[in-house]
């Protein structure tokens, strides 16, 4: 038989549990104590009430010792005046200790007497009749009185079962509510505003550090929520820039081919014009267009082992028919045991924009070389170029889109779009990209993960 895996030590199963147990729990101490109080309340007397009752006891033992019969009955008579109720003196063998002798009924509530510890009920008929001993010397005598109504527990009786049955368990019900209402409700209804400001277009909207930093399943999604509020917000911004971009870079090869046409050069220099400032903004859109589905693609790409000498062999031999560096200034260091794991045709896409921008900012008869080594279940490769480098705080615009340092690195013709798109290629593929400026020149670092 297969059990059912326990949810995690952090789970929201554990706190609703600990919840309801600890209330649980709560609800059992409550009907015990408050059980008893209650009890103490409607069934015993009151400590006013024994200790009256012990002072009457005294003052007839006083009245027996000093007066016998006599003194008895003028007890009897003046404590008749402050109760109006029945109230005797009787010896061990249950006969009066008064001059009056005790009457057959009388006699016959003698046969159960309750004591002044006992419980009362109202539930018997009439009023209970008590025996309350002599406090110095019980076998004197008792004093028997039949219980004063203004003693009698349980006057509240319908208010503390109202309390007992209904507002206390009320309260701790709402307590429950609260409890349950703070640990689910609110993160829910935050994510509810959070997904509301989505709608609104408000992509800046956040979750409260209180719900994100929960360690349970909540918490979780709360994160989940704000990893994809930032990833919305960075990839709507990433579009609206790469829009502003591109029609900024349109304009320009648009007024060339405006100018073209409105001059008076022959037919074939306006067509190799034309042709130029075509293939300029072909090359610009497909790039854009590259960069873009790099930046919002998700699904995983197929993978496979590649070598990556022989990678570099083919894209050395293409950079040195267009720009006609001798294959001795394209050098690899790399042995044949560099396997890397990725997706073929978009790691050559990013070696080859590394490899273009190297070329095109290293002067004539300089040399672009590729070097690496093991580091665990990675390759760390760099690609060094001698041009002049890059200023330090610019490392990483370089990775932007359209970014064009002529300052630092004169260009001849790029729109900033390359090493844009390998940064994404390579991150596509689980890898790193980053710049470094040597001692001449520019390093390009890739990570990528070892076959």
Known sequence: ??????????????????????????????????????????????????????????????????????????????????????????????????????????????????????????????????????????????????????????????????????????????????????????????????????????????????????????GELGRAFDQMSERLQSTVAVQQQLLRDLSHELRTPLSRLRVACEGEQDLAALRERLAREVDGMQRLVEDSLQLAWLDTERAPLPEEQIQVQALWEMLSENACFESGWSAEQLRCELGADCWVRGHLNNLAQALENILRNAIRHSPAGARVCLGGR?????????????GPGVAEQELERIFDPFIRLDGSRPGDGGFGLGLSIARNAVRRQGGQLWAQNRAQGLRIHLRLLAA
């Not at 689910?184 to 609104?200: K, M």
């Not at 093991?374 to 001698?386: A, E, F, M, P, S």
Request: hydrophobic share 45%; aromatic share 12%; with cysteine.
């Open 1 to 218: 038989m297969n059990w059912p895996e326990l949810p995690g030590r952090h789970s929201l199963f554990w706190k609703l549990a600990c919840l309801l147990v600890a209330f649980c729990l709560l609800m059992i101490w409550l009907s015990w104590s408050w059980g008893r109080y209650v009890e103490q309340k409607n069934l015993y007397l009151s400590d006013e009430a024994r200790a009256t009752l012990g002072s009457y006891a005294r003052e007839a033992e006083q009245a027996w010792k000093h007066g016998q019969n006599a003194g008895v009955d003028a007890w009897i008579q003046q404590i008749a005046s402050r109760e109006k109720t029945w109230i005797g003196v009787i010896g061990s063998d249950l006969q009066s200790l008064s001059s009056y002798p005790l009457t057959p009924a009388e006699a016959q509530h003698l046969t159960f007497l309750r004591g002044a510890d006992w419980p009362v009920s109202r539930h018997s008929r009439g009023l209970p009749w008590l025996k309350v001993p002599f406090p110095e010397d019980a076998s004197l005598g008792s004093l028997v009185i039949e219980l004063p109504p203004r003693f009698m527990p349980g006057r509240y009786r319908v208010f503390w079962q109202v309390m007992t049955n209904a507002v206390i368990p009320g309260l701790f019900t709402l307590l429950l509510c609260v409890g349950l209402y703070r640990l689910l409700v609110v993160p829910l209804n935050q994510l509810r505003e959070q997904a509301n400001a989505w709608r609104a277009e408000q992509l800046n909207a956040r979750l409260s550090s209180e719900t994100t930093q929960r360690r349970d399943e909540l």
């Open 374 to 386: 093991r580091d665990g279940q990675y390759w760390h490769l760099w690609l060094d170029d001698q």
